[in-house]
């Protein structure tokens, strides 16, 4: 498959339950993000991986890490999330991380009980 | 700190009539600003980068650094532009800053 792929789609979790987000993008990029969209809010940056550095917006709680393993794969790794969690989980990647235009993936739909 | 403001979460027209979606930022620095689209059911995709000053599906988009905005236009609607249109701002720290969106609704 080509472009930015996301898995699972659709998750479903509890808030004790520790669940693993994954993107996988198959256009040679060398930067990686993570956005969080949720019906009252603006799309969020929540982290970035590139060559260079990793940032992430500090506003983002300790129960979301993310894992980047090489430059094609990143993972949003979950644990003991709360209900205002539920969003859409988007990620993206682009070329390099100066300003370049950023191609997303389908968006991961999670929910918290 | 940066904003993106898209004061209109709904935008409806009727076929063949002009649309201009509004985006005003706030930066203190040199911004670079992007028009990104939703379409339904399809993800989220680049429209335009200012820089680039282009013109994609008949939508332009002007940066006025005086009033700080950066306007999406169109002099014709079609149905087929109906979706989730975003403004999204680059600042110092290469971090894209988006709007909220404005959904746009062109009626036959």
């Known amino acids: 498959e080509t472009g930015v792929t996301q898995t699972p789609r659709h998750l479903v979790m509890g808030m004790t339950n520790k669940k693993s987000l994954k993107c996988e993008q198959h256009?040679?990029?060398?930067?990686m993000y993570w956005y969080k969209q949720s019906a009252k809010k603006p799309l969020e940056l929540m982290f970035v991986y590139s060559l260079e550095e990793r940032v992430e917006n500090n506003s983002v709680p300790s129960r979301f890490s993310p894992e980047c393993p090489n430059s094609s794969h990143l993972f949003l790794h979950l644990h003991t999330l709360q209900p205002e969690d539920s969003a859409l989980y988007l990620c993206?990647?682009?070329?390099?991380?100066?300003?370049?235009?950023?191609?997303f993936g389908p968006g991961t739909r999670l929910t918290v009980l | 700190a940066q904003r993106v403001t898209q004061p209109e979460k709904l935008l409806s027209v009727f076929k063949g009539a002009p649309v201009e979606l509004k985006c005003n930022y706030s930066y203190s620095g040199s911004p670079e600003l992007f028009w990104y689209v939703q379409y339904s059911r399809q993800r989220l995709q680049l429209l335009l980068r200012?820089?680039s000053r282009e013109s994609i599906k008949g939508f332009t988009a002007d940066l006025n650094k005086g009033e700080t905005s950066f306007h999406l236009k169109k002099p014709f609607a079609q149905e087929e532009d109906s979706a989730m249109y975003y403004c999204?701002?680059?600042?110092?720290?290469?971090?894209?800053?988006f709007g909220g969106g404005t959904r746009l609704m062109v009626k036959p």
């Open positions: 999204a701002l680059y600042n110092a720290g290469n971090m894209l800053t």
């Open positions: 256009l040679g990029h060398n930067a």
């Open positions: 993206a990647s682009s070329q390099g991380q100066r300003r370049d235009t950023q191609y």
């Open positions: 200012h820089i």
